[in-house]
């Protein structure tokens, strides 16, 4: 692997990281509390069965479902020219000598003025600050069912 160059002007134009890192953690907690308030909302209780419990940090999770164990964390990045954050959920195997290993199955984008992408490329679905309640609840609703779908499709075995 060849490491390339940092052009001039490219760490400068990051700005304020901690700041900009801090404020995507931000956004990154208002999306986990959505999420939680979804799987706990009687309907998608008793239609998926998940059990999403938040850690200390009000960002990552502990998930349990049908399909098994698996987690969520917020990775802060550097895109093409900003910071980001990839909201990603692991979910629980093993490999060939019984070790647990986390594989990571789907990632939400969380830009850094929080946007709240359908994955990590798909489009926008809603703003952190700025949606209406509304706007918000049918959008949080898909990336729940999302995630349960993508930690069941985890392609543990071949068909």
């Known amino acids: 692997m060849q490491f390339k160059p940092v052009a001039p ?15 995507i953690k931000g956004y990154a907690e208002a999306l986990v509390a959505g999420l939680r308030e979804c799987f706990d909302a009687q309907s998608p209780k008793s239609r998926w069965g998940v059990d999403f419990k938040v850690g200390a940090d009000n960002v990552s999770a502990t998930i349990e479902s049908v399909f098994g164990k698996a987690r969520s964390s917020l990775i802060v990045e550097i895109g093409d020219k900003e910071l980001y954050g990839r909201y990603v959920i692991e979910k629980e195997t093993r490999n060939s000598d019984g070790v647990i290993a986390w594989k990571p199955v789907w990632a939400i984008r969380v830009s850094k003025d929080g946007g709240i992408h359908d994955g990590e490329t798909g ?8 949606s209406f309640d509304h706007e918000r609840t049918g959008a949080v609703h898909h990336l729940a069912g999302s995630m349960f779908y993508m930690i069941g499709k ?6």
């Open 123 to 130: 489009a926008e679905l809603f703003s952190a600050w700025r």
């Open 9 to 23: 002007g490219t760490i400068a134009a990051l700005g304020r990281v901690v700041e900009t890192a801090s404020e």
């Open 154 to 159: 985890a392609d543990n075995f071949p068909e």
